[in-house]
């Protein structure tokens, strides 16, 4: 089975919970410094928690440090990569390749600030030993073909959000028209600001437009081609952006690519959960300056966004008469009080706020760019943004519960949908019950409360109902053993490239992730007042390192 990431971005801990709540298998992060947002910065501590609550579901955490380093910066540089290692860090994302001769014990990902464009570019840094090439964004599709042809590393590919009109890594703009560099996380982004342009003989052919300016990237149609064509990872742009747009966007390309693998049996998602989001994706609806593919297939034009740099939105109508402070559309609309509209004039975006909604006629706040024919374009949802604001979307493992009852043992054993298990055992004298078809249904209510961990109990099976069980004996077992499972999930995956020649085993379930791999050990907690083992099921076993949070919750019990 081939594995297939979402990878989404994380700009603090509270973005990276929504990433994973919301059904990413990867997240990037920025360490305190060398990263290239240097707006997006975090501690080691932070990070090492959000790895905690990533590892729980399989999900990868990648670390940014992908700016270019001065010599005097290489001790600094090399010391937070050990940090961030320790803090439990999958890969570490580099530009500069000082940090590949530092014998770090970790994945290395070649950024895209790499500007690997070629065949012969991804083949050198594989051959140097990077576990995954994050490709360059101005690629056409036949161009991604030809790289995944010449090497066998992983290879990854932004898919959403916005993009440099400069190969990444390879504009100095910023750094030619003010101190702040690109390569070293802090772009001025003069690529938004009007020019104009003049020709040869000095005649202004186009003034005070954003010439520089190019649409952001939206690939969720394109997909399925790009699985069929290699890539492993698919990466969302927007480590600047806020939780909203994280909710929105990585929803919208967790059931785009689970669509594409339902379809596609030798492929799988890497990490497990389940995310049911509250609301219906839309990326159209959190910022954006236009959607454009770029230049997947080929460069053509409908790139660029010459009127503004800013979120221009979803579409709406075309303005069909004025009336004094009011106006009506063409189009049928959902338009209500609060929404954020503007619309395209000669001087660009001209924006304002509705103010009432009255059957077709809309009353802004402002009516500056309202004339008939002038396209509408709503950059506000009121209604759409209370709702992410609202949504409590929670990231579960379907689990199965089978209960045991004999006259002087209690056996519960829980089964995630990967295989991964914990078994605990209460002993005892259980006298018969006076009514069996209750006790069964009380044995399946008490094992089906997951609570607030991260699963979600969806089938119990029972044995020996005729014997009587009291609920608080049946409710330990199911605390310990939730919390034994959690603690006995396996540890994240290396990417495929990196993992060389470990086999895998397949799962069939649209849960979660279709390969499972050995660990060495096995975890066998200890019997106190009964016992929890925690094994893998028909997949190998579990490290007997991962029993110690289940090890203490137990005594602890």
């Not at 497990?272 to 230049?295: I, M, N």
């Amino acid at each position: 089975m081939k594995s297939i990431e979402l990878l989404a971005p994380a700009k603090d801990l509270q973005a990276a919970v929504a990433a994973v709540d919301y059904g990413a298998d990867a997240l990037y992060i920025g360490g305190a410094r060398f990263g290239a947002r240097h707006a997006a910065g975090n501690s080691a501590e932070e990070i090492a928690r959000a790895v905690e609550y990533a590892h729980q579901y399989g999900v990868r955490v990648h670390a940014t440090l992908n700016t270019l380093l001065y010599d005097g910066e290489l001790a600094e540089a090399e010391r937070q990569a050990r940090e961030l290692i320790a803090a439990g860090v999958d890969a570490l994302i580099v530009q500069d390749m000082a940090l590949r001769r530092m014998n770090l014990p970790v994945e290395l990902h070649a950024s895209t600030q790499a500007a690997t464009r070629t065949p012969e570019q991804a083949l050198f840094l594989e051959r140097c030993g990077f576990a995954r090439v994050i490709l360059e964004r101005a690629l056409s599709f036949d161009e991604i073909r030809a790289i995944r042809a010449a090497c066998g590393g992983d290879l990854e590919c932004f898919v959403h959000g916005a993009i440099c009109v400069g190969y990444s890594g390879r504009c100095f703009l910023s750094r030619s028209m003010s101190e702040r560099s690109g390569n070293r996380g802090a772009c001025s982004q003069p690529c938004r600001l009007t020019y104009d342009l003049v020709d040869e003989s000095g005649r202004t052919v186009v003034k005070g437009r954003h010439l520089l300016s190019v649409r952001d990237l939206n690939l969720s149609d394109r997909i399925g081609e790009l699985i069929d064509a290699g890539i492993t990872s698919f990466k969302i742009e927007g480590r600047l952006k806020d939780v909203g747009y994280i909710k929105n966007v990585v929803s919208h390309y967790r059931q785009r690519i689970d669509r594409e693998l339902a379809s596609r049996p030798g492929f799988c998602r890497s990490s497990v959960g389940e995310s049911r989001p509250d609301f219906q994706p839309d990326p159209s609806k959190s910022f954006t300056r236009g959607e454009s593919e770029y230049f997947f297939d080929g460069r053509r034009a409908g790139v660029a966004s010459f009127d503004t740099p800013k979120a221009v939105g979803e579409f709406v109508g075309r303005v069909a008469r004025v009336d004094g402070r009011s106006f009506t559309l063409a189009e049928p609309h959902d338009l209500a009080p609060g929404d954020g509209i503007c619309f395209r004039t000669r001087n660009g975006l001209a924006g304002t706020n509705v103010n009432e909604v009255a059957g077709n006629r809309i009353v802004p706040n402002r009516m500056e760019g309202v004339v008939p024919g002038a396209e509408g374009f709503r950059n506000f949802d009121r209604r759409f943004s209370l709702a992410l604001d609202r949504s409590r979307t929670r990231r579960v493992i379907p689990v199965r519960a089978d209960a045991a009852i004999t006259p002087q043992r209690v056996t519960v054993r829980f089964t995630d949908c990967e295989g991964v298990a914990a078994e605990v055992t209460r002993d005892g004298v259980f006298e018969p019950a006076k009514d069996s078809r209750k006790m069964l249904e009380t044995v399946a209510a008490q094992l089906s409360r997951s609570g607030d961990t991260i699963f979600d109990v969806r089938e119990v099976r029972s044995e020996g109902c005729d014997r009587f069980v009291p609920v608080s004996l049946l409710a330990a077992p199911r605390r310990i053993g939730a919390f034994a499972a959690g603690a006995a999930r396996p540890p994240c995956r290396p990417c495929d490239f990196a993992r060389g020649s470990v086999g895998a085993l397949s799962v069939e379930s649209p849960c979660g992730r279709g390969e499972c791999y050995e660990s060495s050990g096995r975890g066998v907690l200890p019997r106190s007042r009964g016992a929890a083992n925690c094994t893998r099921t028909r997949f190998g076993t579990c490290d007997g390192r991962a029993s110690g949070h289940a090890f203490g919750l137990l005594h602890s019990a």
